[in-house]
């Protein structure tokens, strides 16, 4: 009989167990600066003293102590508030336990005991659930985008660790594994699988020290599966006799019959002799009909899925669905197609595009079965039915749905009733509006497209075997920057090859390409990747060179060839393309070849392909020099990073070597692009590329191209009135091109909020999730996002930050080193992402309080590499008060809510928590500091450096893009300034006029003492040397040190008798910034002293592309960039060396 397993295995979990080999090592106590975060781990999960170290040593590995503690405190927090008086603490973690291992109705008993009801308690429910998730899935980024349903289905079904364990123990693998197991489990829970697992390991420990492991696992599964005489063996090959081991005879065969008929009840009631005769039963016939009866043999045959890929896709919906489920499926399946048409193969082509959503499949699939909706409207929702399981496996059943809800959910056909559902309708739309942008007319062509053409041709010359790595670069730049269409306006003028490794269910733009599946195999199937690569690149060689040789097409331009070209190969939609099915034929023919299975023959084959190729398509050069001819594009690179072969060697790498074998002088390079992969994958330090062997191959890598000036390439013509200034869709453009674009063709379609949805798309790109974080889930680098985007932190040059910063949260690479030993990030001015940050600090105080305590605790690490900390400080207290400011009407349809304008008396009344009237304005003119009163509206939602002092016109331009701005540095009598609009009406289409620009000066000091009035004379105008503003100012004085109780002392007049126009009130300590919330005093005085710097200055000028990225970059900060130097330019090793002086220790970046 089975027993219950001890408590070890009734608490172990998925994803928190480790590997046999280190349990001994993980045992051991966690260092001590971690105790406190240990004993609360094991307290709130009733671990035992031998496990809870290595589970706690796991996590804390896969998450880190930040994470791992602000999970705690939340757990901490929901359990205590919900737990009933009556119930002991103890019950309450023991069922939370068993919910986050996945037992079964362990979830409902949870709720229970915490006298939880789906409908009064949503919102804890659906903490607990995402709670469980993170426990039970550490390694795992986020739950983002899954739903409660699909989370709980994951967290009940999914058990890796004891997968791994069930295969080992009966030599199954991949789907046979995945199959057997899932089987077993939805048959007996998990409780009674590990306790069987447990007792089969106990036995076949019992194995004699020279027998081996294999041999026992190989026989053991023969008995199990009724082998003739396999009994015997079994017992022989474990030294068993009757006589003297009889209880382990018996347990051997319980366990075989618990492993066979797992559905039965316990087998106590059963003879030993009759479990062993219904065991030994199965014969070859009835083995083989099972084998050909499994879920996965079905599941192949009514897909169209490729050898390569079906595996992974049925491992899939088994994990997500389980394996009883799936059977129902293909039941349903099957009988509705075989009672349409006998033709299956031909019905599952229409079937797969009808699941997947490809555009008007329905009708399709209508067609080919003939069906009407007169007289089969069962059939047709039965039909739906199974598509949004296929499409959903982890969802809830679909029969309590309606049929328009099914269809809303699978989206839009042609056939489907018309909704008002915006939510859906945006979704569906979404995709449009992407590939419209990619249709829009191209800006700064010379300035991108012809540069990165010549450095790609340079390239293509500079290809040596025994210098560089391989025919290899990456286009590094900040997410939404263009580097996609970039790639697609390359393909004007060369041949390019795009492969899109996109996850197959992202609704990213352009889609996965159908190669995808070719460069990234099911991990399931074993296959040899060197060699798929080198067919893959054979077959695209073959391909191309086949399609630029025929006669009819070699007689026509170079453009008209590339053209059709381009029809032929570049997939931008769901629409495939030939380019892909002849790739995959002549794979295919590889493969049959007899002597493929040879490297060096895989090799030289490789070679001429591409040396055919290139004789094949045309030149736009002179003969006799090596040029561009076919570039290979591969975007969302990451996805090669990501994936290793068994001995944990990236995808990236095998491809990596597979295309240094590829010829010089043969006209190929290849570009890898991503946005979320970590630019050290693709570009490593020289000192630490392990793809570095001695084999005849150089070790140096190309530069990435990164200098790509996108910004503000749409904005429109100068505004002319206050409804135009505050218009959204002109706001949108400033920055990149792609959320202007989006916005404009998003509200061109119609449907409400376009706005929001924008906004919220850059808010997400920002953080880099799919689902806004909570304040304690926030990362350091997404906090360093958000600050950059609105007050223009920077970090020091060696932080490692930075790379995240570019790969994965919209920041601009400004700077790679040579030796890839560090780059530099930044965020330029962008309004979408300043008020998207905006707009996300304001969803909560918590927001604001996380951020500026990271911050402090930044500038106290020294993270940080400018700014004074008391200037951030009141960087940010502006932004704030702007956030809390009543929002002036700016005449348009929609404002945007974190990028609106407000009266210059409304701010000063936020800050000061006083009526306007009563404010003590100080001023030697009455009249100016009325007209700034009634007259003044401000417009900022973020802060950029600028390098110049600005004069009346720049105040102007930066009203145009609603910025606020840090002055130079050593900037006379300001920290930092704000334009003021004079208007006399409260018109919106009041004309902007130059004569009425102003401005508001900010001076900090965050010294303790007393304010030095004296200096007082200096905060003016006159002495910034501010030109052509004829109108009363604003000085504000920020003494954030200061003592509340202290009576401001007299301002000095400036030492200019014309300047005659300030008004100014100062802050004397933060108590009197009525705004500020306790905590967020607590966090602003954290905060120290950092120095800004000037990043043009790593650059040779002299260079016009060069000057026009940085120009185009960082256009704030330079009114005009610095002259050319007329001096020689300096060496390679002297500029890194100068620049290193500027820098601590070189951080080594991940290797592949």
Request: aromatic share 10%; net charge neutral.
């Amino acid at each position: 009989m089975l027993m219950e397993a001890p408590s070890r295995e009734q608490k172990e979990s998925d994803k928190l167990t480790p590997d046999p080999q280190s349990t001994l090592k993980s045992q051991q106590h966690p260092i001590q600066a971690d105790m406190d975060e240990y004993e609360r781990f094991a307290t709130l999960h009733g671990y035992q003293e031998n496990q809870q170290a290595e589970h706690f040593q796991v996590v804390l590995k896969a998450v880190g102590v930040e994470r791992l503690q602000n999970y705690h405190d939340d757990l901490e927090e929901i359990l205590s508030k919900l737990k009933p008086p009556d119930t002991k603490q103890e019950d309450v973690i023991s069922r939370w336990a068993n919910f986050f291992q996945g037992y079964k109705r362990s979830f409902a008993k949870l709720k229970k005991i915490l006298n939880l009801t789906d409908a009064d308690h949503e919102n804890q429910i659906e903490q607990l659930v995402e709670l469980a998730y993170f426990i039970r899935f550490p390694s795992e980024k986020e739950n983002s985008g899954m739903s409660q349903e699909e989370m709980l289905t994951r967290i009940q079904t999914l058990h890796l660790t004891d997968r791994e364990r069930f295969g080992k123990l009966h030599c199954f693998e991949g789907v046979i594994l995945v199959e057997s197991f899932s089987v077993l489990f939805e048959a007996v829970g998990i409780k009674k699988l590990r306790v069987y697992l447990t007792k089969l390991e106990n036995i076949v420990e019992l194995k004699p020290p020279d027998t081996k492991h294999e041999d026992v696992i190989s026989q053991w599964a023969k008995f199990f599966q009724g082998y003739e005489g396999s009994f015997a063996r079994l017992k022989e090959i474990l030294k068993l006799t009757d006589a003297d081991h009889e209880s382990q005879i018996k347990q051997l065969v319980e366990l075989a019959h618990f492993i066979r008929f797992p559905m039965e009840k316990e087998p106590s009631e059963r003879l030993l002799e009759e479990m062993l005769t219904r065991i030994q039963q199965s014969d070859k016939k009835s083995r083989k009909s099972q084998q050909q009866s499994t879920a996965f043999k079905r599941f192949e045959k009514l897909h169209g899925y490729g050898k390569d890929e079906v595996a992974g896709k049925f491992i899939a919906i088994v994990e997500a669905a389980g394996v009883a489920r799936l059977q129902k499926y293909h039941e349903e399946l099957q009988s509705l197609m075989h009672s349409f048409n006998d033709d299956l193969s031909a019905c599952r082509i229409y079937w797969t595009r009808f699941y997947q959503g490809c555009k008007d499949s329905f009708p399709e699939l209508k067609r080919w079965l003939k069906l009407t909706d007169q007289d089969h409207e069962d059939e047709i929702r039965k039909f739906f039915q199974l598509a949004y399981f296929r499409r959903f496996p982890t969802r809830q059943d679909s029969s309590e749905m309606s049929t328009d809800k099914i269809l809303l959910a699978l989206g839009p056909t042609k056939s489907s009733p018309k909704t008002t559902n915006d939510t859906v309708e945006r979704l569906a739309w979404a995709a449009d509006i992407v590939r419209e942008g990619f249709e829009a007319p191209y800006r700064a062509y010379d300035s991108i497209v012809i540069p990165t053409l010549a450095t790609l041709h340079n390239y293509v010359v500079e290809w040596k075997t025994n210098l560089y790595r391989a025919p290899y670069t990456s286009i590094v730049g900040a997410t939404m920057s263009g580097k996609t269409r970039l790639v697609i306006e390359l393909a004007k003028h060369v041949c390019v090859v795009y492969i899109c490794l996109r996850p197959p269910k992202s609704t990213g733009q352009p889609p996965r390409s159908e190669l995808a599946n070719s460069m990234l195999p099911d991990q399931a199937v074993k296959v040899d990747l060197q060699e798929r690569y080198a067919r893959l690149l054979t077959a695209i060689f073959r391909v191309v060179a086949s399609f630029f040789s025929k006669p009819d097409r070699q007689d026509k331009l170079i453009k008209d060839q590339l053209d059709a070209w381009n029809k032929y190969s570049l997939q931008l939609d769901d629409t495939p393309v030939q380019f892909a099915c002849d790739v995959q034929e002549e794979m295919k023919m590889l493969a049959e070849q007899s002597n493929w299975d040879n490297s060096a023959t895989r090799i030289r084959v490789l070679q001429a392909a591409a040396k055919k190729m290139n004789q094949s398509v045309p030149s736009t050069n002179q003969e006799g020099v090596a040029q561009l001819k076919v570039l290979l594009a591969i975007d969302e690179a990451r996805n090669l990073v990501e994936q290793t072969d068994d001995e944990e060697v990236s995808y990236f790498r095998l491809f990596r070597r597979v295309l240094a074998e590829l010829p010089i002088s043969g006209g190929f390079f290849s570009v890898f692009t991503d946005t979320t992969s970590r630019l050290a994958n693709f570009s490593p330090a020289l000192d630490d590329d392990p793809s570095a062997r001695p084999d005849g191959h150089g070790a140096e890598l190309f530069e990435p191209i990164y200098q790509i000036p996108s910004l503000d390439l749409f904005v429109p013509a100068l505004p002319k009135t206050w409804r135009e200034l505050l218009s959204p869709g002109r706001l949108l453009t400033y920055g990149g091109p792609f959320y202007g674009l989006y916005y404009e063709h998003a509200t061109k379609k119609g449907g409400a909020n376009q706005l929001e949805n924008t906004l919220c798309i850059a808010g997400l790109k920002l953080l880099c999730r799919s689902k806004f974080p909570t304040s304690k889930m926030l990362t350091q680098s997404q906090i360093f996002a958000l600050l950059g985007s609105v007050i223009h932190t920077r970090l020091y040059n060696n932080s490692s930050i930075h790379t995240d910063l570019v790969s994965s949260h919209a920041a601009h690479c400004m700077f790679i080193d040579p030796t890839r030993e560090f780059i530099i990030s930044d965020y330029p001015s962008q309004f979408p992402y300043a008020s998207a940050a905006s707009a996300f600090l304001a969803r909560s105080h918590c927001n604001w309080d996380r951020c500026i305590n990271v911050l402090a605790l930044a500038v106290q690490n020294g993270l940080l590499a400018n700014g004074d900390a008391g200037e951030m400080a009141t960087r940010l207290i502006l932004i704030y008060a702007m956030q809390q400011t009543i929002i002036l009407d700016s005449g348009n349809e929609f404002t945007i809510k974190q990028g609106h304008s407000v009266r210059l008396r409304d701010f000063l009344n936020t800050l000061t928590g006083k009526n306007p009237k009563e404010i003590r304005l100080g001023t030697k003119s009455p009249e100016g500091r009325k007209r700034l009163l009634d007259e003044g509206r401000i417009f900022f939602n973020h802060f950029t450096r600028i390098g110049y002092t600005p004069s009346a016109k720049e105040l102007m331009e930066f009203l145009h893009e609603g910025l606020a701005v840090q002055c130079k540095p050593g900037q006379h009598g300001l920290d930092d300034l704000f334009t003021i609009y004079l208007a006399p009406e409260s018109d919106p289409d009041h004309q902007l006029d130059h004569k009425n620009i102003t401005f508001c000066g900010i001076q900090t000091k965050n010294q303790e003492g007393s304010v030095k009035w004296k200096e007082s004379c200096n905060w003016c105008k006159s002495f910034a040397g501010i030109e052509d503003v004829n109108n009363p100012y604003l000085i504000l004085l920020f003494s954030l040190k200061a003592n509340s109780q202290e009576s401001p002392g007299p301002w000095k007049e400036p030492d200019d008798k014309d300047d005659t126009g300030r008004v100014h009130f100062q802050f004397l300590g933060l108590d009197e910034i009525a705004c500020l919330s306790d905590k967020m005093r607590i966090a602003f005085w954290k905060l120290i002293t950092a120095v800004p710097e000037d990043l043009s200055k790593l650059h040779d000028l002299r260079v016009a592309h060069t000057r026009d990225w940085i120009g185009n970059v960082t256009r704030h900060y330079h009114k005009t960039l610095p002259p050319v130097p007329l001096q020689k330019p300096a060496q390679k090793s002297n500029k890194r060396t100068r620049l290193s002086d500027h820098t601590n220790t070189p951080v080594s970046f991940t290797s592949l």
